[in-house]
């Protein structure tokens, strides 16, 4: 592999493919039948001269064909035929090599999808066929029941509409199975399925990749472009599902040739990636969440509480409705998962035992390897959890005998509490409580605690230091809850939380449908204006079925929904025009918070990753809103948009220039506004510069007199142009705009 960008050199010089061990900044593209490899060959132009090193791309294996994720895997061998196929990806990967771009994937080793007339499994049908004698029975994790497997399809108008044999298939719906075949039963959807699946998804079905041959099988065809010199990094989905995630990221790392790779590993609040997991880091939530908490004006806390309380009726405790999100996600949906546990940890006796135990789990895993001394930090965990689940329980002794049968207990029992935690989060906390206790929605994100409001600029730093230069850094991706400059807006009201209360009464005065709901609705329709009726309704759908207060995916009420949609259409169409002249007030506020957020992630240590669109503004909700389609090159509509694409466009050239190895150092403001001043240098030859807590600032005079001392040298403003040299007024550094994005005389770098 050729070495990164010297220090002072250009970006990638044309012909040279950025192949460096770690890119310098990754551009992420969702694929889709209507945007693949040669779609993604053309933008090369225009991603060399926004900095990019890397495009990341989601992935590219067989999935099924009219996939607009490419999660659901139906065929490791082949490279995705709606894209182009191999060929394609060949001319893509050498389009992008003659600009200096190399190519990261995201690959899925935790599951695949089950059968459906166009998904083309053949590994799983021929288990459903063969059952244990298939040569591919020890692909899936599958609890057999009597020789026979659990497929949980049939709806209720299965009397109506039953299964029916068709030649070699049985069909039902869209559902197709081998027949003859008595290896396989079709139960109610409403049923655990007899398989490990994706969280609650019963068509993604668990792969046992800690299998050596079924490592082997199912990465073929990714190492083989790793070898190749097509692919230069991985993006490794959901490590959390796998049996033993150290052990696959040594084996991967080991076949890969030790290729950058990140895991898509969520850490919630103090945890941190374990040390001996052998990756560059993570895909990025960890940082995402302490960025906009930067943001954030803890002073906003109790009013944003107390409004959000007073229009709901919930509870304050948010780590009581968590926890109730989590029993509700375990009654729901992961009974059998339940009943599996329960049977390797001790008998029908502990069963509460356990499911007490996972709702009081703070994480998405613990860390024990069986046969292995369990890290002190995971056994604490653990136990502490246990300790908080036997004072609900009352059952001290048992929670504690359970703790231990999960920490050192039988290696698939150690595993299967691990792999059950995972879900339990995913479902009970991600799309379940952030749903219900929302006081300021840009917390309420993927790893995020919604009741801890703002970072301080020294945790930030400290979170910096401590963070590796391979890590992923990212603010918007396919999977947040609502992009960057959304929460950039959203991060404002915490600063007005008196002018907000009083928007959303009147608001709320004029629309009114579900207390449960509608404060979540207005945040949102703020955050994303302008939006749509549809797109709102859209969201709202989801938001209510994940909240499932009153509605669900499993049990959908149509009365409710049908209210949903006439709240929406009226909060748009009568609301809109108050709702617009409040984001137009809070605009300059936000901008500098979007603005600020970003030069952070851009230049902070770890890898920036772009997603799709993002270099301007982007007012997406979560998917499938976020993963619509983006324009090419986009044209600035707004002063935030062009200012937005400078910033991208300086930062990730400059970082192109830098290279890896320039240390973090902080740098502090003095005056009466140094508050609002977060800044740090990387080495001696850049320095970004941002403002927070806007409309503090701008309520107190501004910047007055308060400055920042420069490194020694002198420094350019690559957004400006000026030069700058010793102690700056604030006032005059960011008179252009709220972010100062400086880069040092070459001939001062020693």
Known sequence: MSSAPEPGSSAPEPGRPARADV??????????????????????????????????????????????????????????????????????????????????????????????????????????????????????????????????????????????PDGEVVRYHDHEFPHPA??????????????????????????????????????????????????????????????????????????????WTVAEKILVGPERLPADWPCAGTT???????????????????????????????????????????????????????DRLTALVGGPGVREAVVELLAAMPVYRAYAVPGEPVPAESAELVRAAAGAAAARLGDERGLAEVAERVLYGTPEAVVRFQQTCGPVMAKGVEDTALYRWYPLACLNEVGGEPDRFGVTPERFHAHCAALPQGTMTTLSTHDTKRSEDVRARLAVLSELPQEWAKAVEEWSGLVSFDPALDYLGWQNLLGAWPISAERFTGYLLKAAREAKTATSWVGPDPEYERGLRVFAERAVLECGPQIAEFAARIEPFAM?????????????????????????????????????????????????????????????????????????VPLFAEGSAAEHAFAFARGERAVAVATRLPVRLARSGG???????????????????????????????????????????????V
């Open 23 to 164: 890119p310098t900044a990754t551009y992420r593209v969702q694929l889709t039948p209507d945007l693949g490899f040669a779609e993604v060959a053309e933008l090369a132009p225009y991603l060399r001269d926004l900095g990019v090193s890397h495009v990341y791309l989601s992935p590219i294996l067989q999935a099924v064909p009219t996939s607009l994720h490419g999660y659901d895997v139906v065929d490791h061998s082949r490279v995705r035929a709606e894209f182009g196929g191999i060929d394609g990806l060949r001319a893509m990967a050498g389009r992008l090599a003659e600009h200096g771009i190399g190519v990261v994937v995201d690959i899925v080793p935790n599951h695949m999808t089950v059968p459906v007339p166009e998904s083309g499994n053949a590994q799983l049908w021929s288990v459903l066929k063969d059952g244990p004698a298939s040569p591919y029975a020890s692909w899936f994790d599958i609890d057999w029941r009597d020789g026979r497997v659990a497929m949980p399809v049939l709806g209720d108008d299965v009397a109506e509409h039953p299964p029916h």
């Open 592 to 664: 500098t918070v979007s603005l600020g957020q970003k030069i952070v992630q851009l230049m902070m240590p770890g890898v920036p990753d772009v997603y799709q669109g993002n270099e301007v503004t982007d007012f997406s909700l979560v998917d499938p809103d976020n993963r619509r389609p983006v324009r090419y090159p986009p044209e600035p509509a707004s002063e935030w948009d062009a200012a937005k694409l400078l910033l991208t466009r300086g930062a990730l050239n400059l970082r192109a220039r830098l290279g890896h190895g320039r240390p973090y």
């Open 284 to 338: 990025g939530y960890d940082t995402l969440n302490r960025i906009t908490g930067l943001f954030v004006d803890p002073e906003g806390k109790g009013p944003l509480v107390e409004l959000f309380l007073r229009l709901t009726g919930m509870p304050e405790d948010y780590a009581a409705v968590a926890y109730e999100s989590k029993r509700h996600a375990i009654d729901l949906f992961f009974g059998a998962e339940i």
């Open 182 to 259: 008595r290896h396989y039963a079709l139960v109610s959807f409403r049923e655990g399925p007899g398989y490990r699946r994706f969280f609650d998804v019963a068509s993604l079905i668990g792969l046992r990749v800690e299998d050596p041959e079924v490592f082997e099988a199912t990465h073929e065809v990714i190492l083989s472009l790793v070898d190749e010199g097509i692919v230069h990094g991985l993006r490794v989905d959901h490590p959390d599902g796998l049996a033993d995630p150290r052990g696959y990221l040594r084996r991967l790392a080991e076949r890969s040739g030790g290729v």
């Open 703 to 749: 910047w007055g007199s308060t400055t920042l001392a420069l490194p020694r040298g002198r420094w350019q403003d690559l957004l400006t142009g000026c030069v700058h040299t010793g102690r700056v007024p604030l006032a005059h550094l960011l008179a252009r705009y709220p972010v100062a994005l400086l880069e040092g005389d070459v001939a001062d770098d």
